[in-house]
T-cell receptor
Framework: AQSVTQLGSHVSVSEGALVLLRCNYSSSVPPYLFWYVQYPNQGLQLLLKYTTGATLVKGINGFEAEFKKSETSFHLTKPSAHMSDAAEYFCAVSGTGFQKLVFGTGTRLLVSP | AAGVIQSPRHLIKEKRETATLKCYPIPRHDTVYWYQQGPGQDPQFLISFYEKMQSDKGSIPDRFSAQQFSDYHSELNMSSLELGDSALYFC????????????????FGPGTRLTVL
């Protein structure tokens, strides 16, 4: 069985500050890990993914995440927050890329001027 | 680039009615997934199809059924609707075809918002 835990249902940052959204996973097989972003009343957009290989993955909009097997973590970071980053962020895991995604409960990122 | 298309985008039904949601995957994608996202909840996997065959099943009620057609589009049929079925229903697609980039990634449609009154 697989699962992800997102620490913090809400994260507030100031514009220009570092963004850190935490995700820990549990998986009995090597995991595929994803971060999706959801803007209000919209669908899920892929930010980045880890499958195999390089543990530091870069995504769209300046986001990146590092896969740390020893810590079973896949935290999402962005050096400088922008107002347009305000959204709901979901971490997800699957056994392979072709299996169902298991999502975390989401973290709402709030960005203040 | 073409994306996943879902129709309708919004649907309002009464209790005990039926609803049909449609999903058109990205061209050349052969796998379709359905997810349900309740208000303030994370998306929950319902069912998936690969090459028109059911490939996996999640927490889908017996009142719901789905299929994938020869053109790879999929339909989610929901009967005896209940108030608790009100949610955003997402379809996602991916491909096992060799030669396509990002075959291990599910691309999501904009969702169908179902409201049951």
């Amino acid at each position: 069985a697989q699962s992800v835990t997102q620490l913090g249902s809400h994260v507030s940052v100031s514009e220009g500050a570092l963004v850190l959204l935490r995700c820990n996973y549990s998986s009995s097989v090597p995991p595929y890990l994803f971060w999706y972003v959801q803007y209000p009343n919209q669908g899920l957009q892929l930010l980045l993914k880890y499958t195999t290989g390089a543990t530091l993955v870069k995504g769209i909009n300046g986001f990146e995440a590092e896969f740390k097997k020893s810590e079973t973590s896949f935290h999402l970071t962005k050096p400088s927050a922008h107002m347009s980053d305000a959204a709901e962020y979901f971490c997800a895991v699957s056994g392979t890329g072709f299996q169902k995604l298991v999502f975390g409960t989401g973290t709402r990122l709030l960005v203040s001027p | 680039a073409a994306g996943v298309i879902q129709s309708p985008r919004h649907l309002i039904k009464e209790k005990r009615e039926t609803a049909t949601l449609k999903c058109y995957p990205i061209p050349r994608h052969d796998t379709v997934y359905w997810y349900q996202q309740g208000p303030g909840q994370d998306p929950q996997f319902l069912i998936s199809f690969y090459e028109k065959m059911q490939s996996d099943k999640g927490s889908i009620p017996d009142r719901f059924s789905a299929q994938q057609f020869s053109d790879y589009h999929s339909e989610l049929n929901m009967s005896s609707l209940e108030l608790g079925d009100s949610a955003l229903y997402f379809c996602a697609s991916s491909s096992l075809l060799a030669g396509l980039r990002n075959t291990d990634t599910q691309y999501f449609g904009p969702g169908t918002r179902l409201t049951v009154l």
